[in-house]
């Protein structure tokens, strides 16, 4: 670098001369104070102070549609503790007169005068050519629906004998909102009953692999060397067995003298015992990178015992990241009961699930004729997404200070 | 003192009145306010700031990758001189045809971290020549041939052999040298250097700042530096803008900003850095200084009876012999070695740490500096060597102490890190972060822990408002100082700083300094200061020690070292750092291509021949000793 002698540029009040001029020197009149990026507003203070916990929730309420995914599953699981008296018939009621009966359409207005939410009685012929079931709306029978009422009788939880629900019929009619089965059984409030079963056992099947995939994972990822090696070959061979056989073959071994609840079980076990692959590489993957960090080393180093530095260093750093793993990790839970109750290898009636519902839709012919034996598909869907969306919103939310 | 830039009229970049500003939660936040400069045809602009003070924003504005919480006003005009035409990059759709047409051909970009900005997947070739493969419709081989040369122009001495490498065969230096072929291949007339230098080296940071001035100048290219090191700016740029949060504070040609520097903030920014030329006993001015209130601390029981017991006992605290750890790595088959390699990290090293001084020791990375800070923390085990560490409590061997012996040694060492951010758990407040290490020893009851911790608090500058915020919410500085709180908790006497101010900036830097050296003196602490910085460590170390490929090359008394440094890697060292003062520039040509550590450069008399000559330290007086051959007379040394 050349040295100039020491000449003084004109002074100007803007950084930014005309195109190609010579630079000025220009000095900002503006006030200064070397403190102001250190000085925080009122809302930045709020943030500052924030735990974990609530920004995270700050982070997961801007997801919008997780959000709603939650607030959605949240509403379903709460429906499935009383779903009695959410579904309008018991689930084991036959309606003798009434099978195969399509959907019925809820009405408002019964030739242009109000009458509020109603249904149509019904009319069956028999088609003596086909000897199909045929029924018609008829018009002349306004069965105005009741709310918060007395209807088909039940046991509470299997216990408490009561008959109050949250919509009946009319005295002496019926509503079939989504049609009936080939037992005259109302589709609606076998669905609304299958909830309980297939959103449970997603929950039991992913809480037995969490634990297994946190223990498992954990010991890999803390101690590493031989156990790490030999939990990752069989996590590889575990992943790479394709699954419904595996469902089917697992399944096959439960004995026929079982009984519903506790083959229930032993389905969620099934599904839990091929699941925690994926957890388990998840949790050791995070514990080796956390292992890493400088505070961490900062704990061993103070003279920390193991047990604390996995206690208070460790799990709370994986344990968010781990929550939304295992969100993302229900849906597959659920089809995976659907798909063995479908091939009729999981549940077995009496318990109803949506999985034993699909199995009335097997055949061609049933789905040709009555294809509202397909709506339990409807549910198994949106739950899917809804995990799906809410566990995408949970992952973000997991590492707020990104 | 460049090539003359092309007789352009216009202003290569021009940028008016920019301002970006981000919605976050708590507010927008304005990264960048109403900022205005330009960059000439073939000149160096460097935009000079503190962290957070808006300038990477600015550059991500530059090459369209702003995120898109990003709210962005004003206009950034790019003057192409190869087409005339004039375009408002901020006008240009998103990753539509027109940016990418810019990207990468029109301007490039290297980036701070070289570990991390070159795939590990790709040879370095191939990643190179994907920028021409992009732009042009070259054919094959004469893409190949363009890499080449330019492999050979940026310094790769082998460049067909280096064009089949993977990233991670390469060191730091050289993987910046790579990012700079692939950013400069297509001849690019703007290059935007985005703190091209700080993750390096000082000696490899010298041999960067040539390599992109030489190359700056003979493609007649224009260059946007954006740096927080005053002393890069000095040795490198033409004009200069100085920017704090935000806003331009000064801006002018580097005469006018070195020499008749105006703004307080640039003032400011200049008395931070610590330099050779400090008397014993300067200070440094540090934007903003933090006062130390040891008061309380000073009144504990524990801290009384240290400085009692401490004076008469024996002068050295913490004695080191012999040390030697080595690590195998895996030869691999790929390049015909299929055997095991021991790399000796830490090589016969020993050294004395006195009762209350602070001991520097500097080296580049790899040196093996990190490494003998382990062994004294007992994180890492050696090899073979002996520590005795001279407590208040009596003589330690240090390497043997087991369980509880272990524990009462962790309460008397003490460790300051490197990396503000990852130091302290996300999770915890501020509070528990600086009272973990009294809840782990079981020292005293709720109540007096808290008393603790805010007396520690006040100690480093911080209130009691922050005891229950959590780290996210401070500053890198701040956050420093909240883990020295922590590491001062227990009433350690001796204080381990491995690199404690190499991931701040030069304002906090100075902040940081000046804090150690008021506790030291307070409390009366023993340090050992490990940086790579030998200006940082001459501000604070009573004595050196100069590390180089895991042997302790030279130690000697601060000034001693500064005055007559003997070994010509210590030399080297003091030679490649930077000052932000045009009259004393690097002297390029006096820095070796292949590093300060290769030993071949080296006089004879310090190199290893494996003749059987050994190394040994030369004692040549006053606490002065340098590696050197045994036979050699100590006259010719000095």
Same mark, same amino acid.
């Given at each position: ?51 974990? #916990? ?21 509403? #379903? ?141 954990? #010991? ?183 | ?32 306010? =109403? ?127 280096? +064009?089949?490498? +993977? ?73 200069? /803008? ?147 560490? =001279? ?17 009462? /040694? ?103 300094? =000046? ?61 490649? /750092? ?61």
């Amino acid at each position: 670098m050349t040295t100039s002698p020491p000449m003084t540029t004109e002074a100007t009040t803007s950084p930014l001369p005309a195109p190609g001029a010579p630079l000025g020197h220009f000095v900002s009149t503006a006030p200064f104070d070397p403190l102001s990026v250190e000085a925080m507003t009122e809302e930045q203070a709020k943030v500052y102070q924030a735990s974990q #916990l609530r920004l995270m929730w700050w982070k997961f309420k801007r997801h919008r549609l997780a959000l709603w995914s939650a607030i959605f599953l949240a509403a #379903l699981y709460s429906m499935i503790v009383i779903c009695e008296f959410v579904a309008p018939y018991n689930l084991h009621t036959r309606n003798v007169d009434f099978i195969h009966a399509p959907p019925q359409r809820v009405h408002l207005f019964d030739n242009g005068s109000f009458v509020g939410p109603f249904v149509y009685g019904r009319t069956m012929t028999l088609d003596m050519d086909t000897l199909k079931r045929v029924y018609a709306d008829d018009r002349t029978q306004v069965q105005r629906l009741r709310f918060f009422c007395s209807g088909d009788p039940y046991k509470f939880w299997g216990v408490v004998p009561a008959s109050f629900h949250f919509v009946c019929p009319a005295e002496g009619g019926q509503f079939f909102a989504l049609g009936t089965d080939r037992l005259g059984r109302d589709v609606l409030s076998r669905i609304i009953y299958g909830a309980r079963i297939s959103l449970t056992i997603g929950l039991i099947g992913v809480a037995f692999s969490f634990v297994l995939g946190v223990v498992i994972g954990g #010991l890999a990822g803390y101690h590493g060397g031989v156990f790490d090696l030999v939990v990752q070959r069989v996590i590889e061979v575990l992943q790479s067995l394709p699954s419904i056989p595996l469902w089917m073959a697992l399944a096959a071994i439960m004995p026929v003298t079982w009984s519903p609840i506790v083959i229930y079980f032993g389905i969620t076990i099934i599904l839990g015992l091929l699941d925690w692959t994926g957890l388990a590489r998840a949790v050791r993957s995070k514990l080796l990178s956390l292992r890493e960090e400088d505070y961490v080393l900062a704990a061993q180093l103070m003279g920390a015992r193991p047990a604390r530095i996995i206690g208070r260093h460790l799990v709370p750093g994986f344990m968010s990241h781990l929550i939304a793993s295992a969100t993302i990790a229900i849906p597959g839970m659920i089809l995976g009961e659907t798909a063995l109750s479908f091939l009729g290898l999981g549940l077995r009636p009496p318990i109803t699930s949506w999985g034993i519902l699909l199995t009335e839709a097997r055949s061609v012919n049933v789905i040709a004729f009555y294809p509202w034996l397909l709506y339990p598909m409807i549910p198994v869907i949106l739950v899917i997404l809804a995990f799906n969306f809410m566990g995408d919103g949970l992952r973000d939310a997991a590492d707020p200070y990104r | 003192m460049n090539a003359a830039a092309k007789s352009s009229s216009g202003d290569l970049l021009r940028i008016e009145n920019l301002g970006i500003s981000f919605a976050i939660v708590g507010g927008p936040v304005h990264a960048v306010r =109403n900022a205005s400069f330009r960059v000439l045809p073939g000149k160096v602009t460097a935009l000079v700031g503190e962290s957070g003070s808006g300038k990477s924003v600015i550059s991500q504005a530059v090459m369209g990758i702003l995120p898109n919480t990003a709210r962005v006003r004003g206009s950034i005009l790019f003057d192409d001189p190869l087409t005339g035409k004039s375009t408002d990059i901020l006008q240009l759709p998103r990753d539509g045809e027109d940016i990418r047409a810019l990207r990468g051909s029109r301007i490039g970009k290297i980036f701070q971290e070289p570990m991390t900005s070159l795939s590990p997947l790709h040879t370095i070739g191939n990643q190179i020549d994907e920028a021409l493969k992009i732009h042009s419709d070259l054919d094959a081989a004469e893409v190949k041939a363009r890499t080449l040369e330019m492999l050979g122009l940026v310094g790769f001495p082998n460049p067909a052999r280096a +064009y089949g490498m +993977y990233s991670f065969e390469l060191s730091g230096g050289l993987r910046q040298r790579a990012m700079i072929a692939m950013a400069l291949l297509c001849r690019p007339a703007l290059l935007i250097a985005d703190e091209p230098t700080t993750a390096l080296d000082v000696t490899i940071q010298a041999q960067i700042l040539h390599l992109l001035r030489d190359l700056q100048s003979r493609l007649n290219m224009a260059m946007l530096l954006i740096t927080h090191d005053l002393g890069v700016v000095a040795n490198v740029a033409d004009e200069v /803008v100085v920017i704090y949060h935000g806003e331009i504070m000064e801006a002018g040609t580097v005469e006018d900003i070195f020499r008749r520097p105006q703004h307080p903030y640039l003032k400011g920014l200049m008395a931070a850095v610590p330099h050779f030329d400090m008397k014993p006993g300067e200070r440094l001015k540090a934007l903003r200084d933090v006062p130390v209130k040891v008061g309380t601390l000073l009144d504990s029981p524990k801290a009384k009876a240290t400085a009692a017991v401490a004076q008469p006992r024996s002068d050295v605290l913490l004695s080191a012999r012999d040390l030697v750890k080595s690590y195998t790595t895996r030869g691999s088959g790929w390049f015909g070695k299929g055997r095991d390699r021991p790399v000796k990290a830490v090589d016969d090293v020993g050294f004395d740490i006195r009762r209350g001084e602070c001991l520097g020791l500097v080296g580049e990375s790899g040196c093996g500096k990190t490494t003998i800070s382990k062994i004294l923390m007992r994180a890492v085990r050696p090899d073979s060597g002996s520590v005795v560490f =001279n407590g208040a409590d009596g003589p330690i061997d240090l390497l043997a102490a087991e369980g509880e012996a272990l524990r009462a /040694v962790r309460t008397k060492i003490q460790m300051v890190f490197q990396d503000p951010v990852s130091s302290l758990s996300p999770r915890m407040t501020v509070q528990n972060i600086i009272s973990e290490p009294l809840e782990i020893h079981d020292r005293g009851d709720a109540q007096s822990r808290l008393q603790k911790v805010t007396a520690l608090l006040k100690a480093i500058g911080l209130d009691e408002r922050a005891l229950n915020r959590y780290p996210h919410s401070f500053s890198g500085g701040q956050r420093q100082r909240i883990g020295i709180a922590r590491a001062l908790a227990l009433g350690p006497e001796l204080l381990i700083c491995d690199e404690p101010v190499s991931a701040l900036d030069v304002s906090v830097q100075a902040q940081i300094l =000046n804090l150690l050296k008021d506790l030291q003196s307070e409390l009366g602490l023993t340090y050992l200061f490990i940086s790579h910085n030998l200006a940082v460590v001459d501000y604070m170390a009573d004595r050196i020690a100069v590390m180089c490929a895991g042997r302790i090359v030279e130690l000697a008394p601060c000034e001693t070292l500064m005055e007559r440094p003997v070994h010509p890697y210590t030399r080297s060292l003091l030679a490649a /750092v930077p000052f932000p003062d045009l009259d004393r520039p690097l002297d390029f040509d006096t820095l070796h291509a292949a590093g300060a550590s290769d030993q071949n450069a080296w006089a004879p008399q310090f190199r290893n021949d494996g003749d059987g000559d050994a190394l040994t330290p030369t004692d040549l007086g006053g606490g002065h000793l340098v590696l050197a051959r045994r036979s050699v007379d100590k006259r010719e040394l000095v």
